[in-house]
């Protein structure tokens, strides 16, 4: 009795552990396009950022997270984003001749689903959707407006107000945010700004800045709408 007893714990054991592998190969066999799988061999923290050196198939590079906990030696999945050639960490005091910032890093595996229709598209994922309403700013255009008209807007001059639902400092020597006010056209609510200023998320702000559109700067960054080099007016 008692060896039947063990006997099936073994099975009922082997059974969970091939279930698990099956489970675990089919997520990786589902990963979104570009998604990469690397091991962790040493992490760097700073005020706003995580390098990683990692390394797939024998080779070794660096990547540049938001500010995480990391684990040395766990694998990790992550989209390459913008590669940064002799990048000058100020606050490590350290020049990188190779590094990458990268967007969507996860310890569970990135799969199809969350990525493709946007990566088939060609356009950049925007921040999700706000329980947001913000009024527009004197003198200013509604996010909705801004994308309606674009190209009625390119290359002018525009003022804007919104709540910061992302900020990213420092990549390729400009901050990057994004903004809602809470106005929807025909899917289009998310705005991405470049500046010089330094806000954080919840922040309300009008910022002013040129409207391009088309943008593409490589590595799949490409946006149909973006205010560049837009200077904050007040911050609310």
């Not at 009795?1 to 099956?22: D, E, Q, T």
């Not at 766990?74 to 990458?100: A, C, D, H, Q, W």
């Not at 010089?196 to 309300?204: A, F, L, P, Q, S």
Request: glycine share 6%; with cysteine; charged share 25%.
């Amino acid at each position: 009795m008692k060896m039947k007893l063990n006997l099936l714990i073994l099975l009922a054991g082997i059974i969970v552990f091939a279930a698990s592998c099956k489970q675990k190969s089919t997520a990786d066999e589902n990963l979104a396009p570009n998604v990469r799988k690397a091991k962790v061999e040493e992490v760097i923290q700073t005020s706003n950022y995580t390098y990683i050196r990692i390394s797939e198939d024998g080779n070794e590079s660096w990547i540049a997270v938001t500010k995480q906990d990391v684990k040395e030696g766990n694998s990790y999945y992550y989209e390459p984003g913008i590669e940064m050639n002799n990048f000058v960490s100020k606050e490590l005091k350290r020049t990188f001749p190779s590094i990458v910032f990268v967007d969507k890093f996860s310890d569970q595996p990135i799969v199809a689903k969350i990525t493709m229709a946007d990566s088939l598209k060609g356009k950049q994922i925007a921040s999700p959707k706000a329980d947001i309403k913000v009024e527009k700013a004197e003198g200013g255009i509604t996010i909705a407006e801004l994308y309606a008209s674009r190209d009625s807007y390119a290359g002018k001059t525009v003022k804007i107000r919104g709540e910061v639902v992302k900020f990213s400092p420092d990549i390729m020597k400009t901050n990057w945010v994004h903004i809602q006010d809470g106005t929807n056209s025909e899917g289009s609510f998310d705005l991405t700004i470049t500046t010089n200023e330094v806000t954080k998320i919840g922040d309300v702000v009008i910022f002013e800045g040129v409207v391009a559109v088309k943008k593409d700067f490589g590595a799949g960054y490409f946006y149909e709408v973006i205010v560049e080099n837009a200077k904050m007016l007040t911050n609310m």
